[in-house]
């Protein structure tokens, strides 16, 4: 399930700490030689005169050096601007001041000039202080890295297309990358395992965000319905042949296990086969099917089996409906009907997660039709993209109460975000 998800989001972690430690490596080898000769082009004339209180700074001892820390940070705050300016090797000058130190102490020929030009860079003063540090050996090869963006911006750029590519509805891809660059960008690196920890948390909570959509509870609805004394009507509806008769006789089995007695209603009066379709089902689970003839008005189906529920304290009424494409105004108008005549507690739309961003698309025209309260996606047992269990909810703003995960009675599980968050981004 969700294989390829699973696989695009691992690859993005992947991709970014190798490219936060493959800049680390060109910038450690580089720095020393490649910067100072960057610099001598860029600035070749400057003003020593802040720079020798820079250096006098370095000169003094640890206190008087770890009292200017924070004009080190704010140092580092306009490099950062900085580094929107003059690009990623900028910044890390600023970052890597550290690494600088150490080539300058092992070219000693090259101080002086490094001197000169530093003049008016923002960084000099960050570039000076570190040396005591760097003398402790404190000092390892990503100690000062601050991601950047463009450290992770054609990485996630990647993850975008490809997420589009899986059938990740677009709004929802978009909200995935400027959430993960949001948190990423200007996080302190301390050692190379933290690039991946971090973009797996930034992922996680992204998709978490994506997920988390409040909805109504089925039980708890149901105990509510209980306690009132009237029946809960769900209604199931969604194009044909997403899984709403297999799934009503999945729910009926889930809410007998719990304790509670449905009524099924054949309101699918209009495909041939339906009422013994389901007819089938209700016998195998032992529940009662309200039906009448087929071509029926199945608004007056799902009526009879709330009067049903009512006169035999049924707790939970399920109205099975004909599969309807959304352009099909006649079906979607009698669907309309149905919905006026039972006033149902809940809507339920059951989508096909196989079919992708068509499922995400039809799910908004039912939404738009009716109101739906909830989602059921099937089929998830045979879904490797996973498009649509990631967006449905988010486009239509619904929860995702079930997925169903095969063909049998009891393949139904409850959908919780943090589950899903696990199956794509577990270890
Ligand atoms: N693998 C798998 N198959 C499912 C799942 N749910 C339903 N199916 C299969 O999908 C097919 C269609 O299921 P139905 O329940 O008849 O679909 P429907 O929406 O009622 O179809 P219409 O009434 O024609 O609109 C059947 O073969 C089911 O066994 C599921 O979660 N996983
Ligand atoms: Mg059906």
Known sequence: MFESLKKKFKGT?????????????????????????????????????????????????LTESSKDVSETESSETEAESDSKKSGFMGFLRGNKSSEKEESEDSKPSKTSETEEISADETITESEEKPEEDDKSGILSFVTNKTI????????????????????????????????????????????????????????????SEILDIPGKDLTSLLEEAKK??????????????????????KISTYFINKGYTPVIAASDTFRAGAIEQLTHHADNLDVKIIKHKKGADP????????????????????????????????????????????????????????????SVEQAKKFNDAVTVDGIILTKADADAKGGAAL???????????????????????EFKPEWMVEQILGE
Not at 32 to 56: F, H
Not at 391 to 411: N, R
């Open 13 to 61: 972690i992947g991709k970014i700490s190798d490219n936060v430690a493959s800049e680390e490596e060109l910038d450690d080898s580089n720095s020393s030689a490649a910067d100072i000769k960057s610099k001598d082009e860029t600035v070749p004339s400057s003003d020593s005169s802040e720079n020798k209180s820079s250096k006098a700074v370095s000169k003094n001892d």
């Open 228 to 249: 009132s004394g009237e029946p809960l009507k769900i209604m199931f509806v969604g194009i044909n042949g997403t899984g709403k008769t297999t799934t009503i006789a």
């Open 148 to 207: 950047s963006e463009k450290d992770i911006e054609d990485i996630l750029f990647e993850l975008e297309m490809s997420l589009l590519e899986g059938d990740v509805a677009m709004e929802v891809a978009e909200t995935i990358i400027t959430s993960v660059k949001t948190d990423l960008v200007g996080q302190k690196i301390r050692r190379r395992s933290d690039v991946a920890e971090f973009t797996r948390e930034a992922l996680k909570k992204a998709i």
């Open 299 to 358: 608004a007056a189906v799902a009526f009879d089996a709330v009067a049903h529920a009512r006169a035999k304290g049924k707790e939970l009424v399920l109205v099975d409906t004909a599969g309807r494409m959304q352009t099909n105004i006649n079906l979607m108008d009698e669907m309309k009907k149905i919905k006026r005549v039972i006033k149902p507690d809940l809507i339920i739309y059951v989508g096909d997660a196989l079919t992708g961003n068509d």
């Open 391 to 413: 967006s449905i909810g988010y486009v239509i703003q619904k929860p995702i109460l079930f997925l169903g995960v095969g063909q049998s009675y009891s393949d139904i599980i």
